[in-house]
């Protein structure tokens, strides 16, 4: 059974028109993370909630937004898509943020292949 | 600072030989370690964690991982190769209490030759 969803699995859109991803989890897990993975790299955290909190990473563009309207649900959202930020949008939550010690697992969903024409 | 290096970006093996993926990390903290497995077009699968009960970890589909604190490594082994194996690997880890952020590897393809 899923338990991270991603929706759509793929997504076209044109350079420069608003895009949204989404994600929902059944885990109830208090946080999500979105990631960007570029060809043949690793994943890059975009942003996380927690809980309701939002938590940008320093290097994220402006051009990266994300909602968290409940505990289930996510978006990202991309202002003005560019030819560069084509990759795949991978969502993930964890239980809990990590305070040391045992471990916090990051559970991903299966991603959204993003493509800008 | 954290940091983990996948000493190979490429290892291709014969069905049914064995597998080495090799792991080395830093950290400035006790971590947590991780191996991640994707398949093509695929989301991240937890393949095993490493917690500090016990230095070998047993994941799923027969891998395992030996965390070795002198030598900071975390290399993932496999007995014996299948078919379904080939995918991309990412060594992961996490060590600040507090953080968020996975610090992942560059990855490592596996091929499997039949």
């Known amino acids: 059974d899923a338990m991270v969803i991603q929706n759509p699995r793929y997504q076209v859109t044109q350079f420069g028109k608003p895009v949204t991803l989404s994600c929902s989890q059944t885990l109830n897990h208090n946080v999500m993370y979105w990631y960007q993975q570029k060809s043949s790299q690793a994943p890059k955290l975009l942003f996380h909630y927690y809980d309701k909190d939002f938590n940008n990473e320093a290097d994220t563009p402006d051009n990266f937004q994300s909602r968290r309207p409940n505990t289930s649900f996510c978006f990202l959202d991309i202002r003005s898509p560019g030819l560069g930020d084509a990759a795949m949008y991978l969502c993930a939550t964890s239980r809990d943020r990590w305070k040391g010690g045992g471990i916090n697992i990051q559970y991903f969903g299966a991603g959204t292949r993003l493509s800008v024409l | 600072a954290q940091s983990v290096t996948q000493l190979d970006s490429h290892v291709s093996v014969s069905e049914g030989t064995p597998v080495l993926l090799r792991c080395n990390y830093s950290s400035s903290y006790s971590p947590s370690l991780f191996w991640y497995v994707q398949h093509p077009n695929k989301g991240l699968q937890l393949l095993l964690k490493y917690t500090s009960a016990a230095t070998l970890v047993k994941g799923i589909n027969g891998f395992e991982a030996e965390f070795k604190k002198s030598e900071t490594s975390f290399h993932l082994t496999k007995p014996s190769a299948h078919m379904s194996d080939a995918a991309e690997y990412f060594c992961?880890?996490?060590?600040?209490?507090?953080?968020?952020?996975?610090?992942f590897g560059t990855g490592t393809r596996l091929t499997v030759i039949p």
């Open positions: 992961v880890v996490s060590d600040k209490p507090g953080a968020n952020n996975l610090f």
